[in-house]
């Protein structure tokens, strides 16, 4: 028996490379492409969080005045590349092996990595006590775990997290990548490593129970159910508005900050219709709780461009109206009738004219009734001042 021979996998590259090659490439390209474009997205909020406008010069010529926005996109930027350098170490080299009498871990890394992430062993002879344990609070949360203790070693292994690549069936494969409830159930049932321990001598205290009885449920299909479904994809229509039109699109911004207690008023209003509809859907609590906040905080942002392009589309034009420039980033308009301007960013810009010294702008009203002022030519101006400036 000692010389019976098991290797397992991580559950995600085992299905992963299960796949057809081509389904193989398609997913490393998307995966490259959603890479470079948070990357250039990350860069471009840079830029436009100085308010110089969305070009890369203008990105280089402010890089140096911000370092921390610098700092922040690096970082994103290597989050995103660690997890796909794990991805692939994780997939030549990541393994769970039980042959001659031991259990053996292999890290994804080798070389000086190792030593973060170290290879271990134990014999099977050595281990005092096995049992399986489910976590509440963890990162992947009631889920079961096996709890090995032998000698001074403290192992805990995820048991739906490996599995045996021989026992995957190409055809399936796809469909186990996309559907989490699903692939915890087929990775239960193809648990392999308790039999094999218990085969070995091995006493484990207590078994994996069925998924959906792992303290009421060990994760649950959001994409499977109609109503969550929906409110994902309202969701991510959402944020995905509020970043473009807000960082991206539209050049004009608020004279007058608005008043948030609006935006704040809708989002609660959404998370709660959105609780009641899911969990009238059978969504479970924790999963409508959490989902139907994300949507409210969504759409509550949401609402904020929104509002701008609503305004937009009913006002009659924009107009060039004469400010004065008054003490600090402060500008006082000429007619009375119309709203003070204040600059909260780029003071050695606007530091640069004298006082009262008189601007342009271009401002609009419509429906709503606030006035919005179009910042793409003082964007433009500001690029010329920055690059003058280096």
């Known amino acids: 028996m000692d010389n019976e ?3 397992l996998r991580p559950v995600s590259v085992a299905l992963q490379a299960a796949l057809p090659a081509w389904q193989q490439r398609l997913a490393i390209g998307l995966g490259l492409a959603t890479l470079l474009v948070v990357a250039a997205m990350t860069l471009q909020l840079v830029a436009i969080s100085r308010e110089l406008g969305a070009s890369w010069d203008q990105l280089l010529a402010g890089l140096a005045e911000r370092k921390s926005d610098l700092a922040g996109a690096v970082l994103c930027a290597l989050i995103m590349l660690g997890q796909w350098v794990y ?19 292999r890290s994804p890394f080798g070389g000086a990595l190792n030593r973060l992430f170290p290879d271990w062993q134990i014999r099977i ?16 949360r009631n889920e079961p775990v096996l709890e090995l203790r032998a ?7 995820r048991l739906l997290g490996w599995t045996d690549p021989s026992a995957i069936d190409p055809k399936e494969a796809l469909g186990l990548q996309r559907n989490p409830r699903r692939r915890q159930h087929w990775a239960a049932q193809r648990e392999a490593m308790l039999p094999y321990l218990r085969r070995l001598g091995v006493r484990i205290q207590g078994d994996i129970a069925a998924p959906d009885a792992m303290h009421g449920r060990t994760g649950f299909d959001l994409a499977g159910n109609r109503a969550s479904h929906a409110a994902l994809f309202v969701l991510f229509g959402a944020g995905l508005y509020f970043l473009l039109d807000t960082f991206f699109i539209n050049s004009e911004t608020y004279v007058e900050p608005p008043d948030l207690s609006g935006f704040v008023a809708v989002a609660v209003a959404t998370a709660a219709v959105t609780l009641v509809v899911l969990r ?19 759409v509550g942002a949401a609402g904020y461009p929104l509002l701008l392009r609503v305004n937009q589309l009913t006002s009659a034009g924009s107009i060039g109206h004469d400010y004065m420039r008054a003490e600090g980033l402060r500008f006082i308009p000429r007619d009375q009738a119309l709203p003070e301007i204040v600059f909260s960013e780029n003071e050695d810009y606007w530091t640069q004219f004298p006082a009262e010294t008189v601007h342009r702008f271009q401002l609009r009203t419509g429906a709503l009734g606030f006035y919005q002022i179009d910042m793409a030519p003082i964007w433009q ?3 010329r001042f920055y690059q003058r400036s280096g």
């Open 87 to 105: 991805r692939s170490a994780s997939s030549r080299r990541e393994r769970l092996e039980l042959r001659d009498g031991a259990l053996r871990y």
């Open 5 to 7: 021979t098991l290797t």
């Open 280 to 298: 009238k859907a059978r969504v479970p609590v924790l999963e409508a709780t959490v989902l139907g906040a994300l949507l409210g905080v969504a």
């Open 151 to 157: 000698g001074t070693q403290r192992r805990r292994i």
């Open 381 to 383: 101006d500001m690029r």
């Open 125 to 140: 002879a050595d281990i005092r006590s096995a049992r399986i344990v489910t976590p509440r609070i963890a990162l992947f």
